[in-house]
């Protein structure tokens, strides 16, 4: 017999001090041994890893101005890159999204539905935390039809990259 389990119960069921054995803890069993603390923890809710939201790595923080600047040099190359990246940190992260992978056949096939899904995940993220969202699925409009003024694409990109540098930043990334 081991150590760690306490000596069966005797046939008085008022115990030895002549009261009633307390009544089992949530997800414990009658006459079952005790179990471990980590064991005793409510049921986790879909998308909540360890019983809090974003308890996934805390992602890196990009210099928009550097990223605009690796777009234009890889002649947008980069943009695969990068979404690839967010995408996939922000899954390890939260547990919710569509990933990296996904993100990127989504980038290389349907490169136009990408602003609107990082801007929507972004969001998410601050969403989930109970905060006000400062991007959203609409701010991928800057994009596109926003690129027939030039700038749009430049506006959202520094909106939802900002948005998602100063989330992490809120959570102790350097940047």
């Not at 027939?148 to 930043?169: E, M, Q, R, S």
């Amino acid at each position: 017999m081991s150590d760690q389990y306490p000596p069966p119960p005797s046939s008085d069921p008022t115990g030895p001090a002549g009261s009633a054995p307390p009544p089992p803890q949530w997800g414990e069993t009658p006459g079952a041994p005790p179990a471990p603390a980590y064991a005793s923890a409510p049921p986790v809710a879909p998308g909540q890893m360890g019983g809090q939201m974003g308890a996934g790595p805390i992602g890196e923080v990009r210099s928009t101005g550097v990223a605009v600047l690796l777009f234009i040099v890889t002649f947008g190359i980069y943009g695969w890159y990068y979404w690839y990246k967010v995408h996939e940190e922000m899954k390890q992260h939260s547990g919710q999204g569509i990933g990296g992978a996904v993100a990127l056949i989504l980038a290389i096939f349907v490169g136009i539905v990408m602003p609107y899904l990082t801007s929507a995940e972004v969001g998410g993220l601050y969403k989930r935390r109970g905060q006000k969202e400062p991007v959203s699925g609409i701010t991928g409009l800057w994009y596109f039809p926003g690129i027939f003024i030039l700038v749009g694409p430049i506006i959202w990109f520094v909106k939802t990259n900002g948005a998602l540098n100063d989330y992490w930043k809120s959570l102790g990334a350097q940047g």
